[in-house]
């Protein structure tokens, strides 16, 4: 079979189990070609075998010069980003979905903060909660999930188990006592918001490694 057909056999698979198929990507450099080879792949195929969202990993605060003067600039330079990815794909064509930092709630960028401009840019953002302590990552979240409340879009927040991304954790990461503990706490917060996707966890082989966890 075909590459093209075998990621529609997995796509139509996955789809039976309710599980939803996005494809992911980190290159800015090659976001268009990225996105013309999906919208075409969604047009060839049934509903069920085509894929459910454009996930775009851009990250411009991990950029060196984030921390030398040029923030505001490379603010700027993403949004110009997302709207160029916007308007190549239709709001309902496909789904955008982009994945930000906590810090963009607190950085201006005109006529709201980075995370609020990038929010009616997209469909879904997954804000990148990386802590261990659930109370933080509520009120860390909850700005944005209230003000997702009223625009019609969705966020998801980002929990992340893995050693280095959870501060304050031991070297081995979260447990799967503590993850799970904190995925209650956040979704008990936050599920009468309209604006609440639910919970993402970086990354699923860290997550099938803690459900191989005793306990829980």
């Given amino acids: 079979a075909s590459t093209a057909a075998q990621v529609e056999a997995a796509a139509k698979a ?7 198929v996005i494809l992911f990507t980190e290159h800015r450099d090659k976001a268009a070609a ?7 792949f969604n047009s ?12 775009l990993d851009v990250e411009p605060q991990a950029l060196p010069d984030w921390k030398t003067g040029r923030r505001s600039e490379l603010a700027r330079d993403y949004l110009e980003f997302l709207a160029w990815c916007r308007a190549r794909v239709p709001r309902r064509e496909i789904p955008l979905v982009a994945d930000i930092p906590n810090q963009f709630e607190r950085i ?3 006529s709201g903060n980075l995370a609020v401009r990038a929010m009616d840019l997209v469909n879904e953002l997954v804000l ?6 659930a109370k933080r990552i509520i009120d860390e979240a909850q700005p944005l999930i209230k003000a997702a409340d009223g625009r019609g879009s969705k966020v998801w927040v980002g929990i992340s188990p893995l050693p280095g991304h959870a501060a304050g954790t031991e070297p081995h990461g979260l447990s799967r006592t503590q993850f799970e503990r904190i995925v209650l706490q956040v979704e008990k917060a936050n599920r009468v918001h ?3 996707a639910g919970v993402a966890v970086h990354d699923y082989r860290r997550l099938r ?8």
């Fill in 34 to 40: 990225f996105i013309n080879q999906v919208t075409r």
């Fill in 44 to 55: 060839a195929g049934a509903p069920d075998e085509r894929f459910d969202a454009i996930h």
């Fill in 128 to 133: 990148m909660c990386y802590r261990k302590d």
């Fill in 194 to 196: 309209h604006g609440f």
């Fill in 14 to 20: 996955a789809h039976a189990l309710d599980i939803r």
């Fill in 108 to 110: 201006d960028a005109g």
């Fill in 209 to 216: 490694d803690l459900m191989a966890e005793p306990g829980g």
